[in-house]
């Protein structure tokens, strides 16, 4: 990196944070990182689920190279959520150079178990989910959300065998407990422990993993009345006659599609007042930083883990290939001493790129086997030089729907699968709410082939457990009329 002295690293991470709500003006901390670092407009997750996006962002490798697909809350499929032994993450790659502490969401599950819990952890791992209930309870305060705040989902575990689950709604609610006994209060509070307890003789590290904006929408004041009308994109609302019909066996679609236009006016309202607690947790620890004279040497990423439909599509929550679920903020601030030569980048990058790009920039060595690239080159004002990014979906409690994308140029190929039934959309990037699907359109058709192909070599590559046939393109045109 030139630097002979390792930087202060804060990754903070939101959940569920759609990257189109920023920049409105009530993000301004948010914002601010943005300006004074480097901004991707075209960053991918590499799967819009919590546990797979986590593994892939926190391992550099796509979830088929990682071993780690779904959420598999149930004990079925479980195997199927883990990171494989052996393979490194960024806290294990960076506990022993760095003061390390870990606050908030922790869904990076592995085969050897959940770190926090692990005899060899040397990251400090303080107000994390686990210990948020026995808080709660302490206080005698009740958790955000409840019965009202979920509905009744079937969802499909082994491919063959379906549950009732239950799936959080678009509902809406003030949580009358105050935000110390919000979730994120309760993170923030994490982080501010950090800050002050650190070991200020070795570089501090901090990943801030907040639960905000994922639902319950369930918030307190000020923030579930601080926001007051909100635009909503044309798409919300709205179902298109070409998008893929397999939405409807998934719950994004068993819930999102029973809202109207003017049903989602409220949820868009409350949403953006979360994001907006988000960023005043942003700015606490931004502030914190600057108090201890160190916010100059800290390198800091803000991201998601993935995004959240919102009504975009007729669908809620994430768990598609559409941008509103799968695209990401993704802002990297620098220490001083470095100046960036690209401050906006349109790159297509993904989570997975994160971590080769940490290595790079504070002298770290990079595991080989990593499916991400350093970003470096593009900070440094060149051309990456990469063809494709690919994103995968595998089911979320079992594996079950299906989905494969791949993000080449300004183009857009995602295969929806649900038992034997494949639908393929094609998307440019220009269509900001992705309402032509280009894949109907017979005049796209070597386009459609080419990408599948790429497709096809990366699954091929990466050891996907499923297959395209070789006449997918020619079964969807069949089966759908376009021929």
């Given at each position: ?8 690293v ?5 959940d ?19 300006k ?28 088929n ?23 490194p ?5 960076m ?9 908030g ?13 692990s ?14 209930g ?16 979920s ?29 110390d ?13 950090a ?45 298109y ?9 998934n719950?994004?679609?068993i ?7 003017e ?60 941008d ?17 030569k ?55 409690a ?8 791949v ?9 929806d ?14 269509d ?23 497709l ?28």
């Open positions: 990196m030139g630097n002979m002295k390792k930087p202060h804060v990754v903070i991470m939101a569920q944070l759609r990257y189109d709500v920023l920049g409105k003006g009530f993000t301004p901390n948010i914002d601010r990182l943005a004074e670092g480097v901004r991707f407009d075209r960053a991918y997750c590499a799967s819009p689920l919590c546990v797979p996006a986590r593994g892939a962002f926190f391992t550099g490798r796509y979830p190279e990682n071993g780690s697909l779904i959420n598999a809350w149930g004990t079925v499929d479980r195997k199927y959520a883990l990171v494989r032994s052996g393979v993450n960024l806290y294990q790659m506990e022993n150079g760095w003061d390390s502490w870990h606050t969401k922790q869904h990076l599950f592995t085969e050897e178990g959940q770190m926090e819990r005899a060899a952890t040397r990251t400090h791992w303080i107000n994390t989910e686990d210990d948020y026995p808080y709660l309870k302490q206080h005698g305060k009740r958790r955000p959300g409840g019965p009202a705040f509905g009744r989902v079937a969802e499909m575990n082994l491919g063959r065998v379906t549950q009732m689950q239950r799936y959080s709604i678009p509902a809406t609610g003030c949580y009358e407990e105050g935000f006994y919000f979730f994120d209060g309760y993170f923030l509070k994490g982080a501010m422990t800050l002050r307890e650190r070991d200020r003789s070795k570089p501090f590290l901090l990943n801030a993993m907040f639960l905000a904006p994922h639902p319950p929408l369930d918030i307190p004041e000020p923030w579930y009345s601080k926001i007051r009308e909100v635009t909503m994109p044309e798409n919300v609302g709205q179902w006659a070409h998008q893929s019909p397999l939405q409807m066996y719950l994004t679609g819930l999102g599609a029973r809202y109207s236009r049903e989602w006016q409220e949820v868009w309202r409350v949403y953006a007042g979360l994001t907006a607690l988000l960023d005043d947790c942003v700015g606490k620890i931004t502030d914190g930083l600057k108090a201890q004279g160190i916010y100059d040497d800290t390198l800091i990423v803000f991201t998601s883990d993935h995004g959240e439909m919102l009504g975009s599509h007729s669908l809620w929550q994430k768990m598609c290939m559409y509103e679920s799968a695209k990401i903020p993704l802002y990297i601030k620098f220490p001083i001493n470095f100046v960036p690209t401050t906006v980048s349109d790159e297509v990058v993904s989570a997975v790129d994160v971590l080769p790009t940490l290595c790079d920039y504070a002298g770290i060595d990079t595991p080989a086997g990593l499916s991400g690239r350093s970003l470096m080159p593009v900070i440094n004002g060149e051309r990456l030089g990469r063809d494709s990014i690919f994103i995968q979906y595998d089911g979320n079992g594996r079950s729907n299906f989905q494969r994308c993000v080449r140029g300004d183009y857009k190929l995602i295969v699968i649900f038992k034997d039934e494949i639908f393929l959309e094609l998307y440019h990037k220009d900001a709410g992705e309402t032509n699907n280009l894949a109907c359109d017979g005049g796209c058709r070597s386009l459609v082939l080419r990408m599948l192909a790429d096809r070599a990366h699954m091929a590559r990466t050891g996907d457990l499923l297959s395209l046939p070789q006449d997918v393109y020619e079964r969807f045109a069949a089966d759908y009329g376009w021929q």
